[in-house]
């Protein structure tokens, strides 16, 4: 069992930065894929960035590719959602997720279905 944490959330304006965090419980956390999610109001939850088990790979939807960053430190059970040029439409609770699934240690899944463990969320509001 994992146990995710998300913080760093807030309101910012547009334009800002944020930078979010998920510590992870547990000593199999290096071996999992990770990956970040956000639900905003009304709408579904859609798959942010991901992030294989040793960080070598990452994915982004195209909405957010040269903005956001994700990252990993194993040491340290945590991945991490560096988010800058932040837009209104970035408006969301982000959902950090792991994948426990081998098959997607290197080819990050991007569906919500194939994450095993989810956080609780963190809010992340950007104004106009």
């Known amino acids: 069992q994992v146990q995710l944490v998300e913080s760093g959330g807030g309101l910012v304006q547009g334009g800002g930065s944020l930078r979010l965090s998920c510590a992870a419980s547990?000593?199999?956390?290096?071996?999992?894929?990770m990956g970040w999610f956000r639900q905003a109001p009304g709408k579904e939850r859609e798959f942010v960035a991901g992030i294989s088990w040793s960080g070598g790979n990452t994915y982004y939807r195209d909405s957010v590719k040269g903005r956001f960053t994700i990252s990993r430190d194993n040491a340290k059970n945590t991945v991490y959602l560096q988010m800058n040029s932040l837009k209104p439409e970035d408006t969301a609770v982000y959902y950090c997720?792991?994948?426990?699934?081998?098959?997607?240690?290197?080819?990050?899944?991007?569906?919500?279905?194939?994450?095993?463990?989810w956080g609780q969320g963190t809010q992340v509001t950007v104004s106009s």
């Open positions: 997720a792991a994948d426990r699934n081998p098959v997607h240690r290197i080819v990050v899944a991007t569906t919500l279905t194939a994450y095993d463990y």
């Open positions: 547990g000593r199999t956390f290096s071996t999992y894929a």
